[in-house]
């Protein structure tokens, strides 16, 4: 090996080695080492999505390893702070025999000011003092940079170590300056003139600037109007230098703008084998509930469990929810319950309500209805929407609480300030039936009608059933047709059965017996008993199955 005179060396060195291999992990460690220069990241990732199923290929890293650390043994400081950094990244401890602290040293003894920084570094977090004498040397050792960390022990001169740093040309310093600036700053104008730091920064490839400027594009932080082209623009500079985070951010983007956009699976998988939680949560609740095979819900499961692995909490509910159904795994409600603690003890409301309808329905665990009504009280008090309809639900229903309807009607009403469809129909029927408030059918039509277009199929029947007999409306059964088929497409039994009558009598729409016995059939066969006893009058001669759904037989 030629002796390694630079980063892009280095980096040219260990893709020498690692570009034939067929293991995934050796390509995503390349990945890492060279993130924040310009180096072969997107045709790494690629390849370790490639070989990603490759479970058993041997690796090449003992090989790029043993050669960094004879050119460390022969004096090379470049190799010392990378054989070090490679430690801290938790590479294979028996591909490196000695830890970052002796590498560190090493260089510290050569005079290499970035290896006395990272040892300063690591001192910091037992010996402060140690920290900024270390500190202090690599800036006689002509590493400029070192004064950003300094920065953090000298409070009396920390913006002009920022400054000092910055001024050194260092990217990630560029960034901290800018940064520190853009929080002190009190004008649009001074924005303005500080984020030039952080955009220097980005473009000299401190991907952890591009992920700032992205997220502050897309949202429209920081007084900046919200531009997502940019934004965009800023995540793919990241996503060029390695950055996960900017690979899932972007991959995120654009999979919620289609479930099938391919380029944003493509960047979140690249993101998620990077090991960001974040993209490995919405890969895996992709792959999980819009997945088209058992194969894709699986791999699903897969990356979700690596998410929750690391405590995160949406990941840690889809799992649970995951083993509950039956999706992508067996079904396994002691799974999912041990899930949902792990996700409680964390504080994630979205597994306090979900344990606490279990505890509702005594589902896998006792039915304990005080106990249901604590974690929703847990979970709303989060602000979770489905925790504070359920909520709403044990007020109303005095389970596990005194029963207080205008309590019910307040939770219902902060549910569907948040358009939550259950919460929004809960409300209409509220003012319909004078449930904690006084009754207002002209309030229960606007609350139902806005029900109906989030999707609750109940509140298409009531608005159907007040439509058909003129309750708070004026009677217009063609109008109550259009509210009962929606409802009826959703298969719900009740609207079946009351679009049937209409066909039977003509009311709204053309007579027609034959439309009338086919949605009653499907309203029977969905257990409903008004629509059993309907067929059971108007079709005397009922054929064997119609007879079967009527006595119950199998």
């Known amino acids: 090996m030629e002796e390694v005179l630079n980063e892009q060396s280095l980096d040219e060195h260990i893709w020498s080695i690692l570009a034939c291999s067929e293991n995934a992990h050796d390509l995503l460690h390349y ?39 004879k050119q460390a043994e ?63 040397e690599a800036i006689d050792q002509g590493y400029l940079p070192a004064y950003c960390y300094l920065a953090d022990h000298e409070p009396q001169n920390h913006d002009l170590h920022l400054q000092t740093a910055a001024k050194s040309g260092d990217p990630f310093s560029m960034y901290c300056y800018g940064y520190q600036l853009m929080g002190v700053a009190q004008t649009m104008e001074e924005r303005e003139s500080h984020i030039d730091w952080i955009k220097r920064a980005a473009t000299a490839g401190e991907s952890a600037a591009s992920l700032y400027l992205g997220l502050m594009f897309l949202y429209g932080k920081d007084g900046f109007d919200p531009d997502r082209e940019t934004a965009y623009e800023w995540f793919r500079l990241g996503a060029k230098y390695g950055n996960a985070k900017c690979l899932g951010a972007l ?62 909490k949406y990941a840690i509910y889809n799992i649970g929810e995951a083993h509950l159904r039956g999706k992508g795994t067996p079904q396994n409600m002691a799974e999912a319950v041990r899930w949902y603690e792990k996700g409680i003890a964390l504080g994630s409301a979205d597994c306090q309500s979900a344990m606490g309808y279990l505890h509702f329905m005594g589902k896998g665990v006792p ?31 005095g389970h596990g609480v005194a029963k207080d309807l205008k309590v019910a009607l307040d939770c219902f009403l902060q549910a569907a300030e948040k358009n939550d469809s259950a919460a929004t129909f809960k409300v209409g029927r509220a003012f319909l039936m004078g449930e904690g408030i006084e009754k207002n059918k002209g309030a229960a039509v606007k609350w139902l009608r806005q029900a109906a277009r989030l999707g609750s199929s109940d509140a298409n029947v009531y608005l159907g059933l007040m439509l058909v007999y003129g309750d708070g409306v ?57 629509a059993k006893e309907w067929l059971e009058e108007h079709c005397p001669q009922k054929p064997d199955w119609l007879v079967k759904l009527r006595t119950g037989e199998s």
């Open 31 to 69: 990945v890492h080492h060279a993130e924040n220069r310009d180096g072969r990241h997107e045709l790494a990732l690629d390849a370790a999505q490639y070989y990603w199923g490759n479970k058993c290929q041997a690796s090449l890293m003992i090989g790029v390893s043993h050669s960094l650390v």
């Open 367 to 397: 039915e304990d209805e005080t106990k249901a009504h604590e974690l929703f009280q847990l979970a709303s008090l989060q602000g979770d929407t489905w925790g504070t309809y359920l909520l709403g639900l044990s007020y109303a229903g």
């Open 251 to 312: 991959g995120r983007e654009l999979l919620h703008q289609s479930n099938e956009n391919s380029e944003g699976k493509r960047l979140l998988m690249h993101a998620a084998m990077l090991g960001d939680m974040y993209a490995q949560s919405t890969l895996g609740f992709h792959q999980l509930w819009h997945g088209q095979s058992p194969e894709e819900q699986s791999l699903g499961v897969e990356w979700l469990t690596a998410a929750a692995q690391q405590d995160h």
């Open 74 to 136: 022969a004096g090379n400081t470049i190799a010392m702070f990378h054989l070090g950094r490679w430690h801290s990244l938790g590479y294979k401890t028996q591909w490196i025999e000695r830890d970052e602290l002796y590498w560190y040293e090493q260089g510290r003894l050569l005079g290499d000011g970035r290896c006395t920084t990272q040892l300063a570094k690591i001192k910091a977090g037992s010996d402060v003092p140690a920290a900024i004498e270390l500190l202090r």
């Open 474 to 530: 004026e009677e217009n059964p063609t109008e109550a047709a259009k509210w009962f088929r929606k409802a009826a497409d959703d298969n719900d039994p009740r609207a079946l059965r009351e679009l049937g009558l209409l066909y039977a009598d003509g009311k709204g729409v053309a007579k027609d017996m034959a439309e009338a016995q086919r949605l009653m059939a499907t309203a029977a066969s969905l257990n409903d008993d008004e």
